[in-house]
């Protein structure tokens, strides 16, 4: 697949990307190279890097723990520690080998570590590749609040390689084709049509939907790297979504969600509050909630939930003066941003989404 070419760096896909590394390596001479992992990327995804990496360049492994929990400035903290314990340097290179958790919070330990090193993102998970790997967002949880703490800085590279994907249970990979039904209900009506039968979907069909994907988010990203007005459009499901997910993962008594779980609920929900607000069919409406349920389980949401659901929504990263605003559909493929939505019409659309199983 041909690099994707994004303003300040470049994605590389499968086997031949490796090649680009090893000339960066040469090219930049890092002092040190830190790879960061989990404990699942370090069994599962290591192996397969370290044998595509040639160099003479001291490697260290520094892993954390898995997980949407660990996702913590804490976390940063012992990173930062390890590193300067090892001799990190202004010239180290850091490479981020996992999920959204690690490219996240790795690009963030590196942009901050003496001010900025360098990095390279190689996501090992669908989600990641179709969402991580765009845009330079680096971050951290504030506790169950998600990516309170972060900035906006690019990596050197970023290599797609679908090979991970093999170690992906099928509940990471369903997380990972929210973000893709996302990019194609804001952007592409035509690539959203490719995911109503999923039925025929192979390797060589999914390399091709990830790359489309990239490239859509880059598009978006392109015209606006800041998030000042189209690439808002992105967080579409994300508002009330990443509530859902924050307040699951904080309720000792409920089952976590992945990311594009909840992203898939919030979907379902911007989908119904658009058909009131800003124009969205019913037909439209109906495709997009068929579709998302024929891929994702029901989740329950007791009416007790809806209170504290709605009560995160104030810490929603698109908020301004006090305002939570929405993205919302005109029609597939076609947006429109900082749409006010009431806690009424919220409650309308949980009960939608309950009503729907």
């Known amino acids: 697949m041909k690099t994707i070419d994004t303003k300040t760096y470049k994605i590389h896909f499968n086997l031949s990307a490796y090649k680009h590394i090893n000339n960066y390596i040469e090219d930049s001479n890092p002092s040190t190279i830190f790879i960061l992992v989990d404990q699942n990327t370090h069994e599962l995804c290591l192996p397969h890097l370290l044998a595509e990496i040639s160099t003479t360049t001291t490697i260290e492994i520094v892993e954390i723990e898995a997980g949407e929990i660990n996702k913590t400035i804490e976390t940063c903290v012992g990173v930062w520690n390890v590193l300067s314990e090892l001799g990190a340097d202004r010239k180290s290179l850091v490479i981020n080998l996992g999920g959204g958790v690690i490219t ?17 993102n190689i996501p090992t998970t669908l989600l990641s590749m179709v969402d991580a790997s765009v845009g330079g967002k680096t971050g951290v949880d504030l ?96 508002t009330i979504g990443h509530a859902i997910e924050s307040y699951y993962l904080s309720d000792p008594h409920k089952k976590d969600l992945l990311h594009g779980e909840a992203v898939a609920i919030g979907m379902i ?23 998302i349920n024929n891929i994702y389980d029901y989740v329950e949401i007791d009416e007790s939930d809806y209170e504290p659901i709605i009560e995160l929504l104030k810490y929603d990263k698109k908020n301004s003066h006090g305002n939570i605003n929405f993205v919302l559909l005109t029609a597939i493929g076609d947006t429109k941003i900082d749409c006010l939505v009431s806690n009424e019409l919220i409650i309308e659309a949980l009960n939608y989404y309950n009503a729907t199983y």
């Open 143 to 238: 506790g169950t609040l998600k990516n309170q703490i972060g900035v906006i800085n690019t990596p050197e590279m970023v290599i797609i390689d679908s090979t991970y994907l093999k170690t992906l249970a099928q509940s990471e990979m369903r997380s990972g084709l929210a973000e893709m039904l996302k990019h194609g209900l804001i952007q592409d009506k035509l690539y959203w049509d490719k995911f109503k039968d999923l039925s025929l979907l192979d390797m060589d069909n999914l390399d091709e939907l990830i790359y489309e994907s990239i490239q859509i988010k880059k598009h978006v990203v392109d015209i606006d790297p800041r998030e000042n007005g189209l690439r808002k459009t992105l967080n579409y499901g994300h």
């Open 269 to 291: 929900l911007a989908s119904y509050i658009s058909t009131k607000l800003s124009g969205l069919s019913e037909a439209e409406n109906t495709e997009i909630k068929d579709v």
């Open 104 to 120: 996240d919070l790795g690009g963030f330990v590196a942009s901050t570590f003496k001010r900025g090193i360098a990095f390279i």
